[in-house]
């Protein structure tokens, strides 16, 4: 059999603010050394798009109700494994009478390929199990009608938000959750998948100034000079003549980073589009305001 090495990983978990909240330890398999049809068969695990977060935002609005967030506390170890899969004895914790052995896994470990797919498949059956129903176009959001009343549950990875019309029916689906599973309960909805929320009575703001701010300094260039108007649209690009090398990964990532930026700042999406597409430039360097 395949033995999947496992390793510690320690990391900071940040608040909005950016301040470090708690310092965090997982044991985590070396899911990259798995291998196709022998430790792993279905890795897809459908996760929450941001545009549905922002209707869903819109409709609580609109209904008069707030959001509010609960998150599952280890998560990927709830979802239970259906292949053979054999992990080595954790780092720093190995049994010195019997060095050699191995531990098979009954539940999924951070790390591996099939954790996310397994976590997806446990909450989704707990949630129909329960009466909800499974969107249509979005597989993530599930709903669950009582009389007139409405419940909405979006699921993303461990990061639950919900919120209905009826305040019991939020009771009841925080015990249901709390009765399954470990769960921490987080109040209001004020950041999810990178938004800084604030929900007022008939309004909720979005803004991404901890994600811009983490942007910039993952890519170097938190001490840049401001622009107020990003670029001008009779802007182009010019040929890079003596063709710099590019890091195309980098380039890449800095591209998507700035997509996803577009969901609460709609005026850098020409600037960022012009860099996105060098064919409708006329090159690939770029200057980032």
């Known amino acids: 059999m395949n033995v999947i090495d496992t390793k510690w990983v320690f990391r900071n978990k ?103 797919r397994q976590l997806y498949e446990m909450l989704s059956n707990f949630l129909l199990s329960k009466n909800y129903q499974r969107g249509q176009v979005d597989k993530t959001l599930f709903i669950k009608n009582f009389e007139n009343d409405i419940i909405l549950v979006q699921v993303y990875v461990e990061d639950i938000s919900f919120g209905s019309t009826n305040e019991l029916l939020c009771q009841e689906f925080v015990l249901d959750m709390q009765g399954e599973f470990e769960m921490s309960m987080m109040g209001e909805l004020n950041y999810f998948l990178g938004l800084q929320i604030k929900q007022l009575q008939n309004d909720a703001f979005l803004n991404q100034s901890k994600y811009c701010r983490d942007v910039l300094k993952k890519f170097e260039m938190d001490s840049c000079k401001e622009a107020s108007t990003p670029i001008a649209t009779s802007c182009y690009l010019d040929v890079d003549e003596h063709r710099t090398t590019v890091d195309q990964t980098k380039f890449r990532g800095l591209i998507g980073s700035l997509l996803y930026l577009t969901a609460s700042r709609p005026d850098i999406t020409f600037a960022m589009h012009v860099c996105k597409i060098p064919g409708k430039s006329k090159g690939f360097s770029f200057e980032c305001c």
């Open 14 to 116: 940040m608040d909005v603010q950016g301040i470090i909240a708690r310092n965090k330890a997982r044991l985590v398999a070396k899911g990259y050394n798995q291998e196709k049809n022998i430790d792993y068969d279905e890795t897809y695990a459908p996760v929450a798009r941001i545009e549905v977060v922002r209707l869903l935002l819109a409709y609580a609005c609109l209904s008069g109700f707030k959001l509010f967030q609960i998150d599952v506390k280890s998560a990927f170890l709830n979802g239970f494994i259906n292949e053979e899969v054999y992990v080595t004895q954790p780092p720093e914790f190995e049994d010195h009478k019997l060095p050699g052995h191995v531990y098979k896994l009954k539940k999924t470990l951070y790390g591996l390929k099939q954790a996310p």
